[in-house]
């Protein structure tokens, strides 16, 4: 994946972070953008590219988040190392199982945030809560829909589609 592709996912993912985010829908659609825009950049299977761009994803999460800066990205570039080697070592496919390995990752985020949480601000250690699994549940539904949104064959689908009002 081309730096640029990289920089164009970072900032959708920042912009629908700052949107959704801060938005009346959060408690619905509490999904974890960045951590997609890491998994999209994994996916290509190029280690470095996707711990810098979980690294950048991260920091950018806690600059409109977190008083911290740091805990999510030390996380996201866990996490988008794991996820490289995830795609490289194992050959799965499907949507359904992409959306488990983002819910898997998901609570891992929150399980690394809330320890680096507890060691560094004195904060009371809470790894699973309610909302982090359905943020993990959502994030992996999301991750999900857009492998096999990716995974179909829009071309050939318009193709019959326009074939079939001619007749």
Known sequence: MKAGRVALLL???????????????RRFLPIDWFLLATA?????????????????????????SMPLIGMNAFAK??????????AVRVVFGGSLAVGLALFVASIANEAIVALLSALLAQ????????????RAAVTGLAGGALESAWEFPWREWWTRRRLRRLR
């Open 11 to 25: 900032a959708a993912a920042a912009v629908l972070e700052f949107f959704v985010g801060r938005s009346p829908y």
């Open 123 to 134: 904060s009371p250690l809470v790894i699973v809560t309610k909302d982090a699994l359905w």
């Open 40 to 64: 999209v950049v994994a996916r290509s299977g190029d280690f470095v590219r996707a711990v810098l761009a979980g690294t950048a994803a991260g920091a950018l999460e806690d600059a409109l």
């Open 77 to 86: 570039a866990i996490l988008g190392y794991g996820l490289t080697l995830v």
